[in-house]
């Protein structure tokens, strides 16, 4: 049996710790309609929905400062942010006051006012990620986070992904590149929780 190596948090002293919400500012990425129906719909979409509203409940409850990222992908495409299909879906929906940042790259960060808005919110350091799709948004997102210096926590119950072409050509299931982005988040960019409940307790 292949015994894991260790990851590179491991290796460069990075600790393992989850963020406490109560400290943290919510990041919910591209919880966008797109994602539940026709050409993008992912296999696990619901089921992330539902942990994603229960943990936008919870962020709600203690008070924190919670961002909505949309990918505006322009009008007549599935990421057409003017149109239903590129709505944030009802049961996440924002509320007033809530900043949407509207983004165009995988990268929440890249070329958008998330970092500025983080800033007006007066939020530190600590982040709790969850979105769509595990692999790309949310992984890069986690990346781009921790280039600019913040501490990420993405709970996995709250991400999905589908099924892809790998380089053979054979299918990679939509549970293996969501293993796999999880993997490569938790290598290094950020530390992965596999439910709202195992972020640490609201209490010190």
Do not use: W
Not at 10 to 39: C, E, H, K
Not at 164 to 174: C, E, N, Q, R, S
């Amino acid at each position: 049996m292949t015994t894991a190596a260790p990851t590179l948090r491991t290796v460069s002293g990075l600790d393992q710790q989850p963020s406490r919400l109560a400290d943290a500012t919510l990041i919910m990425i591209d919880f966008q309609n797109t994602y539940r129906t026709g050409v993008m719909a992912l296999p696990d979409a619901e089921q992330a929905l539902t942990a994603a509203a229960r943990l936008l409940v919870t962020a709600r409850s203690l008070g924190r400062p919670i961002i909505h990222i949309v990918n505006d992908g322009g009008p007549g495409t599935p990421y057409d942010i003017r149109a239903d299909i590129g709505a944030i879906s009802a049961v996440v929906a924002p509320l007033p006051g809530e900043p949407i940042v509207v983004k165009q790259f995988p990268n929440a960060f890249h070329d958008t006012e998330l970092e500025a808005t983080l800033r007006e919110l007066g939020a530190g350091q600590e982040l709790v990620l969850a979105g769509f799709m595990t692999h790309m948004c949310v992984q890069f997102t986690a990346q781009g986070a921790f280039n600019l210096g913040y501490r990420s926590t993405v709970v996995a119950e709250a991400t999905a992904t589908r099924p892809l072409a790998g380089p053979d050509g054979a299918t990679v299931p939509a549970s293996a590149l969501q293993t796999a982005a999880l993997t490569t988040i938790a290598d290094l960019f950020g530390v992965v929780v596999p439910t709202l409940d195992h972020l640490a307790p609201v209490a010190p």
